[in-house]
């Protein structure tokens, strides 16, 4: 995708031909600041304190994490510690514990000597394959877009709703849930994108509102309570959304809030779609709502906020009382009959364990 007209990644290795540069999205939307990390220790901080956040983007830097681990030390034991320092740091993204199994699976058949440039080799397969995986996700998101939109007459506005950060800075390249915005505004149907503000990060203010003012894309910031009264008076044509964690059964973890919004399009008969990569399927899991782990983040992220304030300077301010506490769950789960579809870069199928199956296991058998 395109910052002021440039290509750009979210993560890539550095010109010296090892460190690893990544895009500081604590910073954004008002300052664009690059990031290097030289060290696991640094990789894990970047994840946990979400510089780099969205699953796809996790799983990547996790493995770029590998590599700058074994630039400093390849033996078994550093194998392990590196995993387990990087696999701490989010417990709900799926993609970070493939990806990490999938390096160490590598590495420990790899010679010592050789692990740190087979390390940096796969991380860097693995950040393009991310890429090509979300804009097929984009080709199959945009032919449901397009064909909804025909459906409902063309009309010379199209709304789409979404919620938190599922573009291309949660991932390596493109996005997933706004791969097929991307693709069917570059066709010329005429979008518009109600923005869920995301609290208690922000995530959909200042990260999504960034990417599409980036690219063009007519949008609208809403409060996160708002889209249901969308929903009722006709203001929504569908919504996408993406997810960290999708279980066998169809079972949709995303962002905090993702619940609601599709119970209010169930209720309003408006078409609710959640766009994935197959990495983020954890086939070990049945049952989402009962098994998936919650992760419960710092309160400090719900009772203080930051932003420009009037004076140009970057302000955290608190919102709430000094003895207030605050609960912060960062994720909940959408029950499968709540979701109309799973955009996937193997194609689109029912959110049920019999539609995953058929899509991903039966086509590759």
């Given at each position: 995708m395109k910052v002021k007209g440039r290509n750009m990644r979210t993560i890539w290795v550095g010109e010296d031909g090892w460190s690893v540069e990544i895009i500081d999205q604590t910073a954004l939307p008002h300052e664009l600041i690059i990031a290097s990390l030289e060290n696991v220790h640094q990789a894990a901080t970047a994840i946990k304190d979400m510089l780099v956040r969205g699953a796809p983007l996790i799983g990547v830097t996790g493995a770029y994490g590998m590599a700058l681990a074994m630039r400093e030390n390849a033996s078994d034991e550093n194998i392990s510690a590196a995993y387990e320092i990087l696999y701490k740091t989010r417990p709900t993204a799926v993609n970070l514990r493939w990806a990490l199994d999938d390096m160490v699976g590598l590495l420990s058949q790899t010679p010592v000597e050789k692990r740190?440039?087979?390390?940096?080799?796969?991380?860097?397969?693995?950040?393009?394959?991310?890429?090509?995986?979300?804009?097929?996700i984009g080709d199959y998101g945009l032919e449901i877009i397009r064909k909804i939109w025909q459906e409902n007459g063309c009309p010379k506005v199209f709304n789409i709703l979404t919620?938190?950060?599922?573009?291309?800075?949660?991932?390596?390249d493109w996005g997933t849930a706004l791969a097929p915005v991307y693709k069917a505004f570059n066709e010329g149907i005429p979008l518009h994108v109600w923005v869920d503000e995301?609290?208690?990060r922000s995530q959909g203010a200042s990260l999504t509102a960034w990417e599409l003012s980036e690219h063009g894309v007519p949008h609208s910031l809403i409060v996160d309570n708002c889209g249901g009264h969308l929903m009722q008076h006709g203001m929504v044509d569908m919504c996408i959304v993406g997810t960290d964690r999708t279980s066998s059964n169809g079972d949709v973890c995303n962002k905090i809030g993702t619940y609601l919004k599709a119970l209010a399009a169930h209720d309003n008969n408006v078409p609710f779609y959640v766009a994935l990569p197959s990495p983020t399927i954890d086939w070990t899991i049945a049952d989402g709502v009962k098994e998936v782990p919650i992760e419960e983040r710092a309160e400090e992220e719900v009772t203080w906020v930051k932003g420009r304030a009037k004076d140009g300077s970057i302000q955290e301010v608190r919102i709430c009382p000094e003895r207030t506490k605050a609960a912060n769950y960062?994720?909940?789960?959408?029950?499968?009959?709540?979701?109309?579809?799973?955009?996937?870069?193997?194609g689109v199928c029912e959110a049920s364990k019999q539609g995953l199956v058929n899509l991903f296991v039966k086509k590759r058998a």
């Amino acid at each position: 995708m395109k910052v002021k007209g440039r290509n750009m990644r979210t993560i890539w290795v550095g010109e010296d031909g090892w460190s690893v540069e990544i895009i500081d999205q604590t910073a954004l939307p008002h300052e664009l600041i690059i990031a290097s990390l030289e060290n696991v220790h640094q990789a894990a901080t970047a994840i946990k304190d979400m510089l780099v956040r969205g699953a796809p983007l996790i799983g990547v830097t996790g493995a770029y994490g590998m590599a700058l681990a074994m630039r400093e030390n390849a033996s078994d034991e550093n194998i392990s510690a590196a995993y387990e320092i990087l696999y701490k740091t989010r417990p709900t993204a799926v993609n970070l514990r493939w990806a990490l199994d999938d390096m160490v699976g590598l590495l420990s058949q790899t010679p010592v000597e050789k692990r740190e440039a087979v390390a940096y080799k796969r991380a860097g397969e693995l950040a393009d394959e991310d890429a090509k995986i979300c804009e097929t996700i984009g080709d199959y998101g945009l032919e449901i877009i397009r064909k909804i939109w025909q459906e409902n007459g063309c009309p010379k506005v199209f709304n789409i709703l979404t919620h938190c950060n599922a573009g291309w800075l949660a991932t390596v390249d493109w996005g997933t849930a706004l791969a097929p915005v991307y693709k069917a505004f570059n066709e010329g149907i005429p979008l518009h994108v109600w923005v869920d503000e995301t609290r208690p990060r922000s995530q959909g203010a200042s990260l999504t509102a960034w990417e599409l003012s980036e690219h063009g894309v007519p949008h609208s910031l809403i409060v996160d309570n708002c889209g249901g009264h969308l929903m009722q008076h006709g203001m929504v044509d569908m919504c996408i959304v993406g997810t960290d964690r999708t279980s066998s059964n169809g079972d949709v973890c995303n962002k905090i809030g993702t619940y609601l919004k599709a119970l209010a399009a169930h209720d309003n008969n408006v078409p609710f779609y959640v766009a994935l990569p197959s990495p983020t399927i954890d086939w070990t899991i049945a049952d989402g709502v009962k098994e998936v782990p919650i992760e419960e983040r710092a309160e400090e992220e719900v009772t203080w906020v930051k932003g420009r304030a009037k004076d140009g300077s970057i302000q955290e301010v608190r919102i709430c009382p000094e003895r207030t506490k605050a609960a912060n769950y960062g994720f909940d789960v959408t029950p499968a009959k709540y979701v109309t579809g799973l955009i996937t870069e193997a194609g689109v199928c029912e959110a049920s364990k019999q539609g995953l199956v058929n899509l991903f296991v039966k086509k590759r058998a």
